[in-house]
Nanobody, 127 residues
Framework: QVHLVESGGGLVQAGGSLRLSCSASGLTFSGYAVGWFRRTPGKEREFVAATTWNSDTATYADSVKGRFSISRDSDERTFYLRMNSLRPEDTAVYFC????????????????????WGQGTQVTVSS
């Protein structure tokens, strides 16, 4: 059975940085597109960032462009979301995901087909 586990969340002041990690048991991320989403109470799950299976393409939500960066370990066992210049509006539960099809990360209607999801980690940015 596959489990994705996020780590690295926490409380940080506005302007600070955090790095989220996503690790898996039961698979490696080789051949998978991977990405991050976030959700705040009362809102729909929001796309944050994703990268293709070979990391040649990365896509970011407009709200995080230039501040967040997605990357993956060469051993394909962990991937990351580096978050800089954090803002209070970045406060959310962040979820990692891995899927066989990159386009599933882009379209809200297709996200139901993403293969694997983590349970989420809380990020809180204080003003």
């Amino acid at each position: 059975q596959v489990h994705l586990v996020e780590s690295g969340g926490g409380l940080v002041q506005a302007g600070g940085s955090l790095r989220l990690s996503c690790s898996a048991s039961g698979l490696t991320f080789s051949g998978y597109a991977v990405g991050w989403f976030r959700r705040t109470p009362g809102k729909e799950r929001e796309f944050v960032a994703a990268t293709t299976w070979n990391s040649d393409t990365a896509t970011y939500a407009d709200s995080v462009k230039g501040r967040f960066s997605i990357s993956r370990d060469s051993d394909e066992r962990t991937f990351y979301l580096r978050m800089n210049s954090l803002r209070p509006e970045d406060t959310a539960v962040y979820f990692c995901a891995a899927g066989s099809t990159y386009s599933h990360f882009m379209a809200p209607s297709l996200r139901q087909y993403i293969n694997h999801w983590g349970q989420g980690t809380q990020v809180t940015v204080s003003s």
